[in-house]
Structure formats: structure tokens, C-alpha cells
């Protein structure tokens, strides 16, 4: 099983912008495509963005899209989400996640990171 360790949360202004990290280990991270969750308060978890393995293919909520992007470095076992103009209904808990494809990353990943907060102030 692949372990997954998010870091970067934080509290950042409204129209503000951060980069979430998530470190992968355990497992050839090439073998997984990655995504990012979020879980507001009071809310499921909800699908934000994916990528495919080789980093050809991303995917996004339409809630984000235009506004964040989610990258990946092979040789860092990393993948990033850069959040920009962050809007209050942002804020949430967010999971990194890694599935065997970008299509079951997006449904039903088979891993989860601990998760990150990420507080947007108005």
C-alpha cells in the first residue's frame, strides 16, 4: 500500500493562493494516478482534482477549474494542487489520494493521505 503525507494547508485571505504538497511512498509512485478530496465542515467528501499517471491527463471539479491545478514530479514522488483565488466556500480538509487509474482515483481510490486544512478567510 502506498503511503500518502499532505502538507501546505493553511489559513490564507480570500483571493489568495496556496500549494498543497503530497509526498508518496511505499510503492513505484508511477504506478498510480493521484487526485485531491476535500471535506468541508458538515459536508462529504468530494472529488477537487486528478492526474493520470504520467501526468498527460488532469481532471477537475467544475467547482475549481480555471482556478486550481494539480501537477505532479515523478522523480520527487510528489504531486501538487496550486490553489489560487481562493474563495471562503474552499475551506476544507484536504485529502490526497491514489488510485490505479485516473478514473478509479477519481471514484474509488484505494488510498488516503491524513489530510490538510485549509481555512479561507473573507
Known amino acids: 500500500q502506498v503511503q500518502l503525507v499532505e502538507s501546505g494547508g493553511g489559513l490564507v485571505q480570500a483571493g489568495g493562493s496556496l500549494r498543497l504538497s503530497c509526498a508518496a511512498s511505499?510503492?513505484?509512485?508511477?504506478?498510480?494516478?493521484m487526485g485531491w478530496f476535500r471535506q468541508a465542515p458538515g459536508k462529504e467528501r468530494s472529488f477537487v482534482a486528478a492526474?493520470?499517471?504520467?501526468?498527460?491527463?488532469?481532471r477537475y471539479a467544475d467547482s475549481v477549474k480555471g482556478r486550481f491545478t494539480i501537477s505532479r514530479d515523478n522523480a520527487k514522488n510528489t504531486v501538487y494542487l496550486q490553489m489560487n483565488s481562493l474563495k471562503p466556500e474552499d475551506t476544507a480538509v484536504y485529502y490526497c489520494?491514489?488510485?490505479?487509474?485516473?478514473?478509479?482515483?477519481?471514484?474509488?481510490?484505494?488510498?488516503w493521505g491524513q489530510g490538510t486544512l485549509v481555512t479561507v478567510s473573507s
Open positions: 511505499g510503492r513505484t509512485f508511477t504506478n498510480y494516478a
Open positions: 489520494a491514489a488510485g490505479s487509474s485516473i478514473t478509479i482515483v477519481t471514484m474509488t481510490p484505494g488510498a
Open positions: 492526474i493520470s499517471r504520467s501526468g498527460v491527463i488532469e
